[in-house]
């Protein structure tokens, strides 16, 4: 009786023993190797800031890899109600660290003197990033058509998301087309 | 001469070149990470600590069941005794009186490194609630279950031997029951 209680019981701590530690090492190299994987960064929000004739997008790293953004290309085709007539942005620098795990705005700026977006107007938005695991440059895409609720300004005071850091990039029109990139 | 302790150096070497190895960054990378190599060092290194218990709770262990099983004779077991120990003078010591002589030689041995135990564990907890320690705390979680991993084979021998000295009290008792010494005996060795 007393040699099964004193085995059944070694046999339980050696096994809740061996429980932790695989479970300790496991767990941790699991967090180191996945920690070193970059996620590819998602356009979560897009709203119009009228006062800065800016365009803001909300982008989220959802991995544990910082992401550098390095420049933007941008599409403006005008909808029904504007006589802005379209035209691109392209390669502007942006040079904005996505920390991880946060969601990041980025209010990339519209053509100076242009008019203000409308209902109906479409924004095609190419950003262009980096992580430190490569040498590469990889490229999201994000078209928006911009809708009532995306048209912010005169008030309008709704602040989309956390960690705000706002590059405001020197729109160079007619930026020389350089095939950079993909 | 059966106290060797022939697998203490190996241990030794192990250990040494896992410190110099780890101190020279070449262990992790590639190989290991830094709570791993933590893991290793503190097994390696509470095996050392603990290193007179295991050989010796293993050898009275050894010996203990022999004789219960009656493969050695009492007095060829205390003659083996008497050779490990040779400074033991009294010749009128019983066998178990023997055995218990030299398990009480590595007592303080047990009481310090069960100590180190406890002692291993608090650190850890209190570097686990100390904010901003989360790097160190990870170390020091390596370090304790790798010692922890050696003190359960310390303890599951330490466990053996106990259980062995109760088997033996209760077998002289039945042997002899009617004589009143041997309900001391069973009380020293219980």
């Not at chain 1, 504007?82 to 040079?95: C, D």
């Not at chain 2, 370090?143 to 991993?149: D, E, P, Q």
């Not at chain 2, 000295?165 to 077998?171: N, W």
């Amino acid at each position: 009786m007393r040699k099964t209680v004193l085995f059944t019981l070694i046999g339980l701590i050696g096994l809740l023993l061996g429980l932790g530690v695989g479970g300790f090492l496991t767990y941790n190299r699991t967090v180191a190797e996945l920690g070193s994987i970059p996620a590819s960064p998602i356009v979560v929000g897009t709203v119009y800031d009228r006062e800065n004739h800016t365009i803001v997008y909300a982008i989220s790293n959802p991995g544990p890899v910082p992401l550098q953004l390095v420049d933007h290309t941008l599409v403006f085709t005008p909808g029904e109600e504007t006589e802005e007539p379209a035209y691109v942005l392209t390669n502007v620098p942006v040079n904005m660290v996505l920390p991880p795990f946060t969601v990041t705005s980025v209010a990339l700026d519209l053509k100076a003197d242009t008019a203000e977006l409308q209902v109906g107007d479409a924004v095609a938005t190419t950003l262009a990033y980096t992580h430190p695991l490569s040498s590469d440059l990889y490229s999201v895409y994000h078209t928006q058509v911009i809708s009532k609720e995306q048209l912010q300004g005169e008030g309008g005071s709704q602040q989309s998301a956390p960690a705000e850091q706002q590059t405001t990039p020197e729109p160079t029109p007619e930026a020389t087309v350089t095939k950079e990139g993909q | 001469m059966m106290r060797r302790n022939g697998w203490l150096w190996f241990l030794l070497v192990l250990f040494l070149a896992g410190v110099i190895l780890a101190w020279l960054g070449l262990l992790w990378g590639a190989l290991l990470l830094p709570h791993e190599v933590a893991f290793v060092l503190g097994f390696f290194g509470f095996l050392l600590l603990g290193f007179s218990l295991l050989r010796d709770y293993a050898w009275a262990a050894g010996l203990l069941e022999d004789v219960l099983r009656t493969r050695t004779s009492e007095a060829e077991a205390s003659q083996r005794i008497r050779q490990a120990m040779p400074g033991e003078p009294r010749p009128e010591l019983t066998f178990i009186l023997l055995l218990r002589t030299l398990l009480q030689s590595v007592a303080p041995i047990r009481y310090a490194f069960y100590g180190f135990v406890v002692l291993m564990l608090l650190v850890t907890v209190a570097l686990h609630i100390t904010p901003g320690a989360q790097a160190l705390a990870l170390i020091m979680t390596g370090l304790f279950l790798g010692g922890m991993t050696a003190a359960f084979f310390v303890w599951v021998l330490d466990m053996t031997v106990a259980y062995l000295l109760g088997e033996y009290a209760q077998q002289l008792a039945r042997s002899q029951p009617p004589q009143p010494e041997t309900a001391d005996v069973a009380e020293a060795t219980g």
